[in-house]
């Protein structure tokens, strides 16, 4: 119950706060601003892109709040949060991740606060790809249980770079999107089990990859992948990928669903199974 009231007074508060703006962003086309990745940037489900939050151009301000959901084999993992963007160069994000497993025996949470500049290009105007540096502070909650796995700590900081490119006539004649990410990271289970490990405690080079294609103009069938360190002995870490399509019934919300694969996570087999996420775009 607490959670839903949290839920429900984030999703009202961002919305007085995007609503209150002198300028509504709506400046570009239906879906182009992506959706919400699982950490609070703007993207992917999994991956984020170069993408900022709303359809805000150089002269507005725009934002987005979302909820996600998956739920594998063994684990479910929740996250919601807002972000918002200042003239489509700036991205403040939060989000809280919950994690928990069916046994009860694990139960992890961190918060991550996002920020993100577009560097340069234009997502659809330019003949060369939108590009955004990124940086995602993320701080667990859980230590003790972190530390006795063999995690160095339980905060830190993910680095990313990221080309993101839309082409209005691609592939079947359709519009297609294709973002690549270099993350920068020593991140274990996206920072919910800590970070660095007794196998490796330095940071690594990780490579993150979306495409997606536009079916009609609201939906958009796509897949992701997530390279993932594996820097604890005590458990093992797979990479992310996924399958999702995606629903933008207009520019104020949006409904993403994917089939997982996490691989093995918390010392379990292989996790398989769906993912849910809701945005609402100002």
């Known amino acids: 119950m607490k959670f839903l009231y949290n839920l429900c007074l984030l999703l009202v508060t961002s919305q007085l706060i995007f609503l209150s703006s002198k300028v509504i962003a709506g400046g570009k086309l239906v879906g182009t601003s992506g959706v ?8 992917g489900g999994l991956v984020p892109w170069a993408t900022l939050p709303g359809y805000g151009t150089r002269d507005e301000k725009g934002g987005a709040a979302f909820f996600s959901a998956v739920s594998v084999d063994d684990f479910r993992m929740s996250s919601y949060g807002a972000s918002y963007a200042y003239y489509d160069r700036f991205e403040i994000s939060f989000a809280h991740q919950k994690f928990k497993s069916d046994d009860k025996k694990t139960d ?18 330019t003949a060369w790809p939108q590009v955004a540096l990124g940086a ?6 859980n230590t003790n ?4 796995l063999g995690a160095k700590d339980d905060h830190g900081v993910d680095y990313y770079l990221a080309a993101t490119k839309a ?12 973002n690549t990410t270099l993350r920068y990271s020593k991140a274990n289970q996206l920072g919910l089990q800590g970070f660095g490990g007794d196998k ?16 009609t103009r609201y939906w958009v069938l796509g897949t992701e992948y997530r390279q993932k360190p594996d820097q604890l002995s005590s458990v093992k870490e797979d990479d992310w990928k996924d399958i999702f ?11 993403s669903f994917a ?6 996570i918390g010392g379990k087999g292989r996790q398989t199974g769906g993912y849910l996420s809701i945005q609402l775009t100002y």
């Open 108 to 125: 992890l949470a961190q918060n991550v606060l996002g920020m993100k500049v577009r560097l340069f290009g234009d997502l659809v105007y």
């Open 36 to 43: 919400t990745q699982i950490e609070g940037s703007g993207g």
């Open 145 to 148: 249980s972190i530390l006795s």
């Open 259 to 264: 089939l997982v694969d996490l691989g093995r």
């Open 136 to 141: 995602q502070y993320k701080n667990a909650n």
């Open 167 to 178: 082409w209005l006539d691609g592939p079947f004649h359709r519009n297609f999107v294709l």
């Open 245 to 255: 399509i995606a629903f933008f019934p207009n520019k104020k919300s949006a409904i």
């Open 200 to 215: 490796r405690n330095s940071y690594q080079g990780l490579f993150e990859v979306s495409a997606g294609i536009f079916i």
